[in-house]
């Protein structure tokens, strides 16, 4: 099978929410060897891209979209030990930790973010969804992070966003860490508002905007 | 009492409330907090909302227990207050109703989700809707109603849970999504799925709310109305929340581009209608302008 026969068929797994056929794509895809961040980018990513069209046509619903979440899920646990050993000899360019907004269990968006953070070198600390905003402060603080990610999906939850910034400004920890937001409510007006270093629209601008925060 | 409610829907358009989050908040609710809990802390706020609302012209007004239903009040860790909160929301409300006015049990989602997308089976969300009946019923409201549903199972739960509990009337709103493809539930459900289940169902009013600006709703109304010959509730928000740095809420849709609506929404099929997200006394003092005028 050539690459492109798979990735077509890694996106056709995403979008038809099949979790089996899914992994077994992404065994095939170390056991040929092949460049993962190209099969993320190139199979999977496609794939919930298109999920996410099929969402705002009226064509798929809530319960296709977890179904495909699981997939994508399935997809990143058989490729994840094949990126991290791909990183081993490279530097990491920073450590972030990344959550939901506590409230807010959306999530899809946010381990997208995750898994593409950390194919691409970064060491992420994933603290789910639903996260107290002082976990994420003491986690960052603990673990010595460069970079906290938040997610929020509500307009009642994006208030966290703004909220923690206070918090880190009243813990005298502001500019210690720097700060990008995201998720469906938020743009780049609402994070410059509230003080945040940085807003990413999807998954891949926000390694972009990543790589440019931590630029040593 | 409880024929009364059909009665005056015979007579006319009833005019429900508007709503009560927005209301709360502007007399300093904090955001993320259990709304339920003011029933019994700040009583005498909540009643001067329900006062409002009854002054404006409000026939019925709905009680403040909107996410009383056990499952989400244990998300505030309030799960064993569930029967206490929801009597107190219906005991203080019928403080303040006015003879010849009627008081309905809001009965919100439960913000979880049933197998295989969540972790509840039926059987806890129908417990955790009649609890919070048991309690409504106490505190002695005329009627439920099951609102702002998304998950047409979970609306099943929650009237089968309300139906355990007393022998009151269930009325039942879903929430719906504006797509190109038509009007849908955030799981998927069709309005004509929707309306055929719960009229299976012996549901004997039924209708929207929430998510629909008025112009949206009354689309919906139209669409209602051809697929089902039961009265229809619709509760439109005024338009979408945005939040602006400051931390303020607003609504996009104005008091005059909302009334607007309403004459056609009625006209469409409503018989009960009033307003959702974002709505105050003064949408509600229009609509009753426009109801005794048709």
């Not at chain 2, 007004?61 to 206490?84: P, Q, W």
């Amino acid at each position: 099978m050539s690459q492109e026969e798979l990735f077509s068929k890694m996106k056709r797994a995403i979008i038809e929410g099949d979790k089996e056929e899914a992994a077994a794509l992404a065994k095939e895809a170390i056991d040929e060897q092949m460049d993962l961040n190209q099969v993320i980018e190139k199979g999977y990513i496609p794939g919930i891209q298109k999920v996410g069209e099929l969402w705002e046509k009226g064509e798929y619903f809530l319960p296709e979209l977890i179904t495909s979440a699981e997939c994508m899920k399935a997809a990143m646990e058989v490729l994840q030990p094949g990126l991290e050993k791909a990183h081993i000899a490279v530097k990491s360019l920073g450590k972030v930790v990344i959550g939901t907004v506590e409230g807010d269990i959306h999530d899809i968006g946010k381990n997208l973010v995750s898994s593409i953070l950390s194919a691409n070198g970064f060491a992420v600390i994933d603290l789910g969804a639903d996260v107290k905003l002082e976990k994420f402060i003491d986690t960052a603080e603990q673990e010595k992070a460069d970079l906290i990610c938040l997610s929020a999906l509500l307009t009642t939850t994006m208030l966290g966003q703004k909220k923690l910034i206070e918090m880190l400004k009243e813990r005298n920890l502001y500019g210690r860490f720097k700060v990008m937001v995201g998720g469906a409510p938020v743009n780049q007006k609402w994070a410059a508002g509230i003080g945040a270093d940085g807003y990413a629209e999807n998954a891949l601008t926000a390694v972009e905007a990543a790589k440019h925060l931590l630029k040593k | 009492m409880n024929s009364s409610i059909f009665e005056l829907m015979k007579k006319r358009t009833v005019l429900l409330d508007g709503g009560m989050g927005t209301e709360l908040m502007k007399r300093g609710f904090p955001q993320g907090a259990c709304p339920e809990l003011w029933n019994v802390e700040n009583p005498e706020v909540v009643k001067k909302i329900h006062q409002s609302y009854y002054a404006a012209g409000s026939d019925v007004v709905l009680t403040n227990s909107f996410g009383g239903n056990k499952i989400k009040l244990s998300a505030h860790g309030l799960g064993k207050r569930c029967f206490e909160l929801n009597e107190a929301a219906a005991r203080i409300a019928n403080e303040v109703k006015p003879a010849g006015r009627f008081l309905a049990g809001s009965m919100g989602p439960t913000g979880k989700f049933l197998k295989p997308q969540g972790e509840f089976t039926g059987q806890e969300f129908e417990d955790a809707y009649a609890e919070q009946a048991k309690g409504l019923a106490a505190g002695k409201v005329d009627f439920l109603l099951i609102e702002t549903q998304y998950d047409l199972r979970e609306a099943l739960c929650a009237l089968r849970g309300a139906r355990t509990a007393c022998d009151l009337p269930v009325f039942v709103t879903m929430t719906f999504n504006r797509t190109p493809r038509g009007f849908f539930t955030l799981m998927g459900n069709s309005v004509s799925q929707c309306l055929k289940e719960l009229e299976t169902n012996r549901v004997p009013v039924l209708g929207s709310n929430c998510t629909l600006n008025s112009e949206e709703m009354t689309d919906l109304v139209k669409i209602m109305r051809e697929l089902t010959p039961l009265p229809i509730i619709a509760q439109a928000n005024a338009g979408k929340p945005s939040l602006s740095t400051g931390g303020e809420v607003t609504y996009s849709q104005g008091l005059e581009d909302y009334v607007r609506f309403i004459p056609q929404m009625i006209k469409n099929g409503a018989s009960l209608v009033g307003g959702c997200c974002g709505t105050n006394p003064d949408y509600i003092r229009r609509m009753a302008e426009i109801i005794k005028a048709i």
